[in-house]
């Protein structure tokens, strides 16, 4: 099989290796790959060398996170797949591979878009901005980065009863925020935008920050933009790659005197009433994701700038190297 493997700073290969078929474990899949979709900003970083996240592996690793394909071959005890089902998963940028049933795969319900599905995964983690951050419905949400996961927030937002503004660096990112179901979008660096978002709130405020950029201006913009007693969302890696600080992340001005609250989105729910176990967790946010898909209600597939082939990938990391802010849902066609 053939798989994408990333040895050093800019240093990407497409290489074979070999994949025993005829072997399975009793609870493992065999999947063969049909697309696999890109996530930009943080394989953007690992690919550009920054520094690593705490608990990701070293050189060389794998690289990518949202896998779609056909399930071709069933270990004796599997339970929840068939031979022919369409999967999505966290399988990285391969051919085929086969992985543990009880591992991060699920089920592609019946009539969904590929294209669609294949960003499942992310935007599973941009609906876990709003339930750990403990969204009501009727608040007003701010969303600071418009890349994969920012747009995804943006447009489960509405779904869930938010009114929701995107900011962001550039015009194209505007009009994608639009197309994805932002009520209003604006510059993160608009001298106005302080007035904008007070029109755009009615005077009362951004109750929920969400953000997906990891610079620590989007981080200032975050924290400035967020009413009192408000919460940031935390998705990014603030600051990965940056330059130093050349202000207090944690300023009395924002932190104490307007009462913020800092939530880390990781893979853990929040603690509060009812348990962890009662609500919607990992698996299920991800099955409902898939169904807003299957339904029609969610397409991030409306926000692919690329369909390109595997042998392209190298090329469309260099882009994501360069910044280019015509890039978002990018896809790999196996």
Known sequence: MKIAILYGPRDLRV??????TANLEPDQVWVETQ?????????RGNYEGAEQVPGAPDYPRSVGDSNLGIVRGVGSAVEHFAIGDQVVSIASHQS???MSEKLRIVK??????????VFSNLYALSAHCYTKA???PGETVAVVGLGVLGLGAVALGPLFGARVVGLGNSELRLEMAGRAGAHSAYLSDDPDLMAKLHEFTGGKGIDLVILTANPWPAFRTAMEVVRKNGRVSVVSLPGRGEDPLDFNPLDMRWFYDKGISLIAVNGMEGERYPGPTERCAGEKRWDHVLQLMQDGLLEPKKLITHRLHYSEMVEAYEMAYR????????????
């Open 35 to 43: 697309i696999s979709g890109f996530k930009i900003g943080t394989d």
């Open 134 to 136: 403990m969204f009501t």
């Open 96 to 98: 085929e591979y086969i």
């Open 108 to 117: 592609v319900p019946a009539g969904t878009d590929p294209e669609n599905a």
């Open 323 to 334: 910044r280019e802010k015509n890039m978002l849902n990018v896809v790999f066609n196996w």
């Open 15 to 20: 290489e074979e290796q070999e994949l025993d």
